[in-house]
């Protein structure tokens, strides 16, 4: 079963994260995140309006609850090694470590 990193970008679109997410359920690929990714998603999903400030922490803790393996911590010794831009030194650390496939667009 493949490892899969699951991105901001896909996690912040509803339709993209409920079927993402349906398909772990369905036992197709095992699903990894970061607090850093669910910080960025969550964040853009209040500062875009979508969902209020309590709604999106709901989100949060209802996903972490759901998913409590998705969970993973990078060490800081490996984010100061990345040379790529700061925002997506999170992208980069967590595949390497943890990740065959990094899922962060949808492909048409």
Same mark, same amino acid.
């Given at each position: 079963?493949?490892n899969?990193?699951?991105?901001?970008? &896909? #996690?912040?679109p509803?339709?993209?994260?409920?079927?993402?997410? +349906?398909?772990v359920?369905?036992?197709l690929?095992?699903?990894?995140w +970061? $607090?850093? =990714?669910?910080?960025?998603? =969550?964040? !853009? #999903?209040? !500062?875009k309006?979508?969902m209020?400030d309590?709604?999106?922490r709901? #989100? @949060?803790?209802?996903?972490?609850?759901?998913?409590?393996?998705?969970?993973?911590?990078?060490p800081? @010794?490996?984010?100061? #090694?990345?040379? !790529?831009?700061?925002?997506d030194r !999170?992208r +980069? $650390?967590? /595949? /390497?470590?943890? +990740?065959q /496939?990094? &899922?962060?667009? &949808? &492909?048409?």
């Open positions: 079963m493949p899969v990193i699951l991105d901001a970008c &896909v #996690l912040f509803m339709y993209l994260r409920d079927t993402l997410l +349906s398909t359920e369905a036992g690929y095992v699903h990894y +970061s $607090q850093k =990714i669910l910080d960025e998603a =969550i964040g !853009n #999903l209040i !500062n309006g979508y209020s309590d709604g999106a709901n #989100l @949060e803790t209802v996903m972490k609850a759901a998913f409590p393996e998705a969970m993973i911590e990078v800081i @010794e490996l984010e100061e #090694l990345m040379t !790529n831009h700061p925002k !999170n +980069s $650390q967590d /595949k /390497k470590r943890y +990740s /496939k990094w &899922v962060t667009e &949808v &492909v048409d």
